[in-house]
């Protein structure tokens, strides 16, 4: 028995060794891939394979970056830009929630809606981009705008859904106790619904980033989207990579945010 | 007059293409303290009978009375315990047992002892901070149960609570769930596919033919098997007996269909 037990222990050990060794053999590889990329993408750039001044390099976007840093301009665009993205993504999901919600309780305005919706949702949200500025002046409100305009329709369709989907034997155990509407949405609808609101939270990280900087290539006053519209204009594309490479950063880190919440929410299931 | 009272009750589905007749003219009265069952086949109306009785259902004709008073005025007087146990998995099974007395706001401290004691009476001590998904499916039915009993309602509804369990199991809970309707005196009516739980657990059996859904015959289970719990009754000579006319009654049901 007690030699079986340490023929166990020491498979369990062996399992976990594999495991760690394969975990590090892909850690290997991803960092393989991005050092290569990089060092290609400079070496290309240096024996004039590609266009430097098309292509840029790595070490004249670091330059740029460094120099940016020190005279606080990117600080600058960029805090700009995160503020105009959480506000549009906060504002678009709660909004979108709070219509899915509201759509659920009168179900005559659902139906009446329906129609709206859909053509609402089918159309390219950014073409609307114009309008709002003239209607709320070229500046913070109508980027916003245009982050919030872009994931409001979609959350309110898909949590709306989510609503609708809810086992309604949960509910008829509910009713049973004699259970008004509002506490079956409390106990019930709201929280059987949560892990399609967090991944509509991971879709619209993605979408307010794309309304607000079309929001910014519209308005073209401050941010990284104007960053790379000037830099676009003014035939700087080192200017164009580097705020890219920011933005990618940034959303990656946005994205991670909403997975940590998630897995938080969703222990128990 | 009994302590529930179902007078002439019918109900039609209605959809825009069809109307289908559930129930036709249903009458039959329960005494306090008593357990009966509803055996049919499938589609015979029991869930809208049990459905119409927990008020969740207006009947399209007829009355329920519940100790004299129409079902409008008794809201809520009836535990009901689904085909599943429909614990809530977002929630522990202490806060799962609470919730009916939370959505009547009746939850306080003494009726909170009485959830968990109950619990407690039950078998299932200890795993108050547990989640349902942790839980087996007998525990899971069991926690249901003290959900259901835990606002101590006046009569309790049971639409087919043990055909999701494993024959073990299922012996097991109708023994304990028996047992503590004895023990806190609650008027049942089990809906149930299973002749011999029907027998083994009930005082009256009321057998439903389908298309509409009326009452066909009612079995009166012999005094020496009431008394005994289901497990013994089971053992019960008079048992088999009385299972046989039962079975040729829903045979002929389905033949003459
Ligand atoms: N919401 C509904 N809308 C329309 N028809 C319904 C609805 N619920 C039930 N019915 C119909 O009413 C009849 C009785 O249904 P019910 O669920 O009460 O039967 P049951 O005896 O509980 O059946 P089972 O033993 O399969 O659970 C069936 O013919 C069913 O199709
Ligand atoms: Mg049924």
């Known amino acids: ?269 | 007059m009994g302590f529930l009272v179902v007078d002439r009750v019918s109900h039609t589905y209605f959809t825009e293409k069809t109307a289908v007749t559930a129930l036709e003219n249903i009458s039959f009265t329960v005494e306090k303290g008593e357990f009966v069952s509803f055996l049919g086949p499938s589609g015979c109306g029991k869930t809208t009978l049990l459905s119409i009785i927990a008020a969740l259902i207006k009947p399209t004709k007829g009355t329920v009375f519940v100790e004299g008073k129409t079902l409008d005025c008794a809201r809520a007087s009836a535990g009901y315990m689904l085909q599943q146990d429909y614990l809530f998995p977002w929630k522990t099974i202490e806060e799962n047992i609470l919730l009916g007395l939370k959505i009547m706001g009746t939850l306080t401290e003494t009726t909170k002892k009485r959830a968990l004691d109950l619990l407690d009476y039950i078998g299932l001590k200890g795993v108050e901070t547990h989640y349902p998904s942790q839980l087996s499916g007998g525990m899971r039915q069991r926690a249901a149960l003290v959900r259901t009993l835990a606002t101590n309602p006046k009569m309790l509804l049971l639409d087919e609570p043990f055909s999701a369990l494993d024959h073990q199991t299922k012996l097991k809970l109708e023994e304990l769930v028996w047992q503590t309707l004895k023990d806190y005196e609650k008027t049942a009516l089990l809906v149930t596919h299973d002749i011999g739980e029907a027998i083994a657990m009930s005082d009256r059996i009321f057998l439903f033919s389908t298309k509409p859904g009326k009452i066909v015959r009612t079995f009166i289970v012999p005094d020496e098997l009431r008394r005994l719990s289901p497990f013994a009754a089971r053992q019960h000579p008079q048992f088999s007996a009385l299972f046989q006319s039962i079975w040729k009654e829903l045979d002929q049901l389905e033949t003459n269909k």
Not at chain 1, 154 to 180: C, H, P, R, W
Not at chain 1, 184 to 209: D, M, Q, R, Y
Not at chain 1, 216 to 243: A, C, D, P, R, T
Request: a positive charge.
């Open chain 1, 1 to 269: 028995m007690k030699q079986t037990n340490e023929q166990i222990h020491s498979f369990h050990q062996q399992y976990i060794a594999s495991r760690k060794k394969e975990k590090r053999l892909i850690r290997f590889f991803q960092l393989a891939i991005f050092v290569s990329f990089f060092s290609l993408w400079e070496v290309a750039s240096r024996q004039h394979w590609v266009d430097p001044l098309l292509f840029s390099s790595p070490s004249a976007i670091w330059d740029l970056f460094v120099q940016k840093l020190a005279d606080n301009s990117l600080v600058t665009h960029t805090f700009i830009t995160l503020l105009e993205t959480l506000l549009g993504f906060i504002i678009g999901t709660v909004a979108g929630a709070c219509f899915g919600a509201l759509l659920w309780w009168f179900p005559r305005l659902a139906k009446t809606l329906d129609p709206y919706l859909v053509v609402f949702n089918a159309m390219p949200k950014v073409a609307l981009g114009p309008i709002l500025i003239v209607a709320l002046g070229p500046g913070f409100t109508s980027i916003i705008a245009m982050g919030v305009i872009i994931s409001v329709i979609v959350t309110t369709i898909v949590v709306y859904s989510a609503f609708q989907e809810v086992d309604a034997n949960y509910l008829k155990v509910l009713k049973t106790f004699g259970a008004t509407r509002y506490q079956c949405f409390k106990e019930a609808v709201l929280p059987s619904s949560f892990p399609t609101i967090i991944s509509t939270l991971k879709v619209n990280v993605g979408l307010s980033w794309v309304g607000v900087i079309t929001g910014e290539f519209l308005v073209s006053k401050l941010g990284l989207g104007y960053m790379i519209i000037y830099g676009f204009q003014v035939f700087n594309f080192s200017l164009v990579l580097m705020s890219l490479l920011v933005i990618a950063l940034l959303s990656t880190v946005m994205y991670q945010a909403v997975s940590i919440i998630e897995k938080k929410l969703m222990k128990h299931r």
